[in-house]
């Protein structure tokens, strides 16, 4: 009796143990949690940019709308442009447009090639590696659309369109991060979608593949920040429709409002590498999209259909025109 009734006492001084160093995780958690959300209110208005001089920086789809335009902005900002693209002609004025501007006919290199070639695209890491060193950025930014309803859409449609928004951002990551985790010095970065957030008729693999690189970045992060990594930043941009022709001739209702107009590539490039500056973790383009998304997850979904329905948001895939999944960047 006299065994069980101090195992009793241990037991309760142990439980008791337990609820003390809980409620003080608690308050820590709290506190810690109140200090994030004033530091964000802070850098809401300003941040210290950081310094991109002698940055080697890989970008995809960089002969695209968006690419091209943060190519400049990177290259102007002293970084190293590691530039790839599929369009090789584009790819090559390009390059020769930031080489020109800089005076170094070395500031910026090109690889014409297909992402979604893993062959290919190991030699092209390893000259990547062998011309410039290992890269301290990788700017994931190349993307197709089939741009077709889900019952014209085929199984190959599906795989392609992976293979180029989503397959090709693994295989980069896993090729440039291990020496950036090594250096504890980098920034990956990754163009979603704001229909990451919310699929609608007629994009079925191009949402599906957005959210991929969506929760691929989010646990890219925290793999990182568990293995106690410092130096290392992870950004993902969720941009709303883009005035170019990856998704030519479409458009929902009211698209003269505000937020509800096309964006202009060079906008959204300019906020991209605003971001980059900051070490920005989430970009949603334009600003306002913050307060739309989380509108979205508090309001029942019958709420959403309605909204949407009135946007006519899901009809606005049938006047597409642009060119129909091929490997182009956006």
């Known amino acids: 009796i006299l065994i069980l009734d101090i195992k009793d006492k241990t037991m309760s001084f142990e439980t008791l143990k337990w609820y003390v160093v809980s409620i003080f995780d608690l308050l820590w958690t709290l506190i810690q949690v109140i200090g994030a959300i004033l530091i964000a209110c802070v850098e809401f208005f300003y941040v210290p940019p950081k310094d991109l001089t002698g940055e080697?920086?890989?970008?995809?789809?960089?002969?695209?709308?968006?690419?091209?335009?943060?190519?400049?902005?990177?290259?102007?900002?002293?970084?190293?442009?590691?530039?790839?693209?599929?369009?090789?002609?584009?790819?090559?004025?390009?390059?020769?447009?930031?080489?020109k501007t800089s005076g170094n006919k070395h500031d910026a290199i090109s690889f014409a090639c297909d992402i979604t070639n893993i062959d290919q695209m190991k030699d092209v890491c390893g000259e990547i590696k062998q011309k410039v060193g290992d890269p301290t950025m990788l700017v994931n930014n190349a993307g197709i659309v089939a741009g077709k309803y889900f019952h014209d859409l085929e199984y190959k449609d599906f795989v392609r369109t992976f293979e180029v928004n989503m397959l090709s951002n693994f295989f980069l990551v896993k090729q440039f991060l291990p020496a950036m985790i090594e250096k504890e010095h980098g920034h990956v970065v990754s163009v979603s979608s704001i229909l990451a957030r919310k699929g609608l008729a007629g994009v079925a693999e191009y949402a599906a593949s957005k959210s991929a690189v969506a929760t691929f970045m989010e646990s890219l992060r925290y793999e990182i920040q568990v293995a106690g990594k410092k130096g290392i930043n992870c950004t993902t941009v969720y941009p709303y429709q883009l005035d170019s022709n990856l998704f030519k001739g479409t458009a929902m209702r009211f698209k003269w409002v505000p937020f509800?107009?096309?964006?202009?590539?060079?906008?959204?490039?300019?906020?991209?590498?605003?971001?980059?500056?900051?070490?920005?973790?989430?970009?949603?383009?334009?600003?306002?999209?913050?307060?739309?998304?989380?509108?979205?997850n508090l309001l029942p979904e019958r709420a959403n259909d309605i909204l949407y329905n009135f946007l006519q948001a899901n009809e606005a895939m049938k006047t597409f025109c642009g060119t129909r999944n091929v490997k182009k960047s956006d």
């Open 260 to 296: 509800l107009h096309l964006l202009k590539p060079e906008y959204v490039a300019e906020k991209i590498y605003t971001a980059i500056k900051k070490n920005q973790v989430t970009l949603y383009i334009p600003r306002i999209l913050y307060f739309l998304v989380a509108l979205q």
């Open 56 to 99: 080697i920086v890989v970008l995809t789809g960089a002969a695209g709308d968006i690419g091209s335009n943060l190519a400049k902005l990177l290259a102007n900002d002293g970084c190293k442009m590691v530039l790839l693209d599929i369009n090789k002609s584009n790819l090559l004025k390009l390059c020769h447009e930031i080489n």
